[in-house]
């Protein structure tokens, strides 16, 4: 049988990855067969294109290699890592996804979500998520939890427009996918908005 597919998105300092251990623990303990991964990342190749794209010495890279790199390391995460997991029937848990290519290449630099949509047709096509959840916080309240930001992060580096623009792009994104994005309010304690998370997949049979 063929396995679930949720993904997690959000500004930097959401909870994204705290809200995906707990769900795969959570997950785990009703004896289901998990896969946590992310993106950028999640196998060798696309991890060492993740450490070439977010390298803070390279400022020079221009925002559609971004773009590309980031589709790069999705194609080979893909096919290497998630749709193996799904065909085997596991659920696969992944922080971002191509959500995160049209919030960030497509709305914040100004690409288009439509350039982005394209560069990343087999995700589009083939792999859409089962259920995209959006951590939904402002990239200031999120980088204040945080506790700043990483220097050694050439995207978190981009500024506070930038990252508000992200934010924008992701109110957008609710919108042009209304099925399957799902806003959750993250402002309350880890275990509160876990469980918000779980109910929202249990309302659409996604998990037990
Ligand atoms: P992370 O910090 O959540 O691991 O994500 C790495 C950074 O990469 C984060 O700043 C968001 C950014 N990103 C994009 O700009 N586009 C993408 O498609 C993905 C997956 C991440």
């Known amino acids: ?16 990855s705290r809200q995906m251990r707990e769900l795969a623990a959570y997950l785990e303990k009703k004896g289901v067969d998990v896969l946590v991964t992310r993106e950028p ?6 991890e ?6 977010l390298a803070g010495k390279n400022t020079a890279m221009c925002d559609e290699c971004e773009a590309l790199l980031y589709a790069a390391s999705r194609i080979q995460h893909l096919t290497e890592t998630v749709i193996p997991a799904i065909k085997a029937g596991k659920t696969v ?34 792999c859409m998520p089962d259920c995209t959840l959006f951590l939904d916080i402002s990239p200031r ?3 204040i939890r945080k506790g700043g930001v990483d220097k050694n992060d050439r995207v978190e580096l981009a500024g506070e427009a930038f990252h508000q ?7 957008k994104l609710l919108e042009r996918y209304p ?13 509160q908005t876990t469980a918000k998370i779980i109910e929202e997949l249990q309302k659409r049979r996604l998990i037990p």
């Open 1 to 16: 049988m063929r396995g679930k597919f949720i993904t997690i998105e959000g500004c930097e300092g959401a909870g994204k």
């Open 41 to 46: 990342g999640g196998n060798p190749i696309s």
């Open 48 to 53: 060492q294109i993740r450490t070439v794209i």
């Open 93 to 126: 848990l992944c922080d971002r996804f191509v959500h995160s290519s049209l919030a960030y290449q497509g709305y914040a630099r100004g690409l288009g979500f439509e350039y982005v949509e394209q560069i990343n047709q087999k995700a589009m096509d083939e």
């Open 141 to 143: 309240q999120a980088f």
């Open 165 to 171: 623009r992200v934010y924008e792009g992701y109110k």
């Open 179 to 191: 099925m399957q994005m799902v806003a959750i309010d993250p402002s309350g304690a880890v275990h």
